[in-house]
């Protein structure tokens, strides 16, 4: 079968061409990859600024972002069925099992020796057809249709979202998100949904095709170095070194700011201004089933007019100018047959 893989010897991306998958063992389930999503981790990934391959192995198959069908379950399995759609969490736990790992939470995992599938140590799905333990896939309601591709990458935002709303001690009601990339987008999204009045920050010019799909959706944009207004909730998503100090500085009284995307850039914040305003920091990265869970209802109840023209879909001979090349629209997805 294809696979499209970061050699870390040539240190390029090729297609490579791999043994198809086994019959699933106990517990495992087979699916066919149907669709595989791109997005800016794998062009970083392309650029080998961070990743690596499974131990003993050169190449890494990339794509983290996939929506499978079933075609085959081994023994045990019964929570999936052939022709079910799914799609997989994708940090596998640490060897000596911390207790996040122990826990099915191994977006907390305390050591740092997690597997991440596209990512690190192990293979992702940008390939025909893929293998899994069912406690590792989530099942996706065919109702759900193509937009379940954006699962993955929702599941960051909803495991931010909520740690605001955890945090925040009153009643937040407006939010700024920094950052027009697909999870910033998405991210103003899911506060829609949630009833907030949302701002989206970003360099973009405002009739550019990210901006314009958020403003229709109801989102107002500001195009910075313009000043956004003041929010109960920020979210950093864009990674750019000066976000931070933007974000605080637009965060009222009793606010959280959470990091998504991040930088080297020291956060400028004293203890001292962080007590008289009350405010939380956090910053948060992957997400467990649970989030993946949040994401579906978020998903199942996005109207259709927000996700016009977020997604482009493309061949999956078409890869490296994905890899390579930041897409017009927010998410590139390569559909398989
Ligand atoms: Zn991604
Ligand atoms: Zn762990």
Redesign the pocket.
Known sequence: MRAIALDFNSRVPAEIRLDSPASPRQGEVLFRVEAC?V?A??RELVRFHYGAPPDGETKLVLG??VLGEVVATGAGVTRFSPGDRVVPTLRRACPSLCPACAAHRCDLCATGDYLERGIVRAHGYFTEFAVDPAENLVAIPRSLGDRAILA??LSVVEKAVATALAAHPFHPRTALVTGCGPVGMLTAFALLARGFDVELASLEAADEARPAIAVRAGVRYVRLPDSPSQADLVFEVSSHPDAAALGLSRLRTGGVMVFIGASDTPIPLTSLEALRRNLTVAAIINAAGIHFEAALQDLARFPQAWLDGFVERRPFDAWRESLTVTPAAPKVVHMLD
């Open positions: 999503g997005c981790t794998d983290h972002e993955e990458p």
